[in-house]
């Protein structure tokens, strides 16, 4: 997977143009997001389940171009891991598409945009299977997957799967807050 990590100070125009419109059509975010990572996934790369450190704001958006996948949100169980990484056997669909209690997944389609906040920030690890069968049986945004898989996608046993064939790039757009430069003056 190659990465991206553009700083407010260099963001060329077109991509603050970007960070703008969902700073401003959102109202989620505080104050301006500056800090965006370019991702660029092949059919076989995924991200491992993993939660967003604390350096940021908890809320996080997501802009999807490509490839469709499938992020996976699973409880996080906060003794597991110390450093908020989970090994990948334990994605729900990495190996079968046995649903995990609570856990959940969305479909990212090209040009969507995923905002997650709140709990699914705090209490659920997110993740994408490296495989390049993706699995939508507990996707919160079926009828758009139906639109996308084709009858040959389905397998027989009945989990809905769909094959990835194209790269996948998302630009994943965060608040870091300023650190007040004299918290620590007395
Ligand atoms: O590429 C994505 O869709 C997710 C990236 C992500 O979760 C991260 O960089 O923390
Ligand atoms: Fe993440």
């Known amino acids: 997977m190659k990465r991206v990590l553009f700083h407010k100070s260099v963001m060329p125009p077109w991509l603050t143009k970007i960070t703008a ?3 401003e059509s959102s109202g989620l975010f505080p104050s301006a997001i500056n800090h965006v990572l370019i991702n ?22 997501i802009l999807s171009l490509g490839s469709p996948v499938v992020m996976d949100f699973t409880p996080h169980l906060r003794l597991r891991s110390g ?7 334990q994605s729900p669909c990495a190996e079968s598409c046995a649903p995990e209690r609570d856990s959940f997944s969305v479909l990212l389609m090209p ?6 906040k709140d709990d699914a920030y ?24 139906l639109a996308y898989s084709n009858e040959e996608d389905s397998r027989k046993d009945g ?13 994943t757009c965060r608040l870091v807050p300023k650190v007040r430069k004299n918290l620590f003056r007395f």
């Open 21 to 23: 419109e969902i700073h």
């Open 40 to 61: 660029e996934y092949h059919p076989d790369q995924g991200i491992m389940p993993h939660q967003d450190g604390p350096a940021y704001f908890p809320v996080v958006a």
């Open 83 to 89: 450093d908020g990484y989970i090994s990948k056997d």
């Open 111 to 116: 040009q969507s945009l995923l905002i997650f």
């Open 122 to 145: 705090s209490d659920f690890l997110h993740g994408i299977s490296d495989s390049p069968t993706q699995c939508y049986n507990q996707v919160v945004n079926e009828a758009e997957a």
């Open 159 to 171: 989990d809905k799967i769909f094959h990835r064939d194209q790269t996948r790039v998302s630009l």
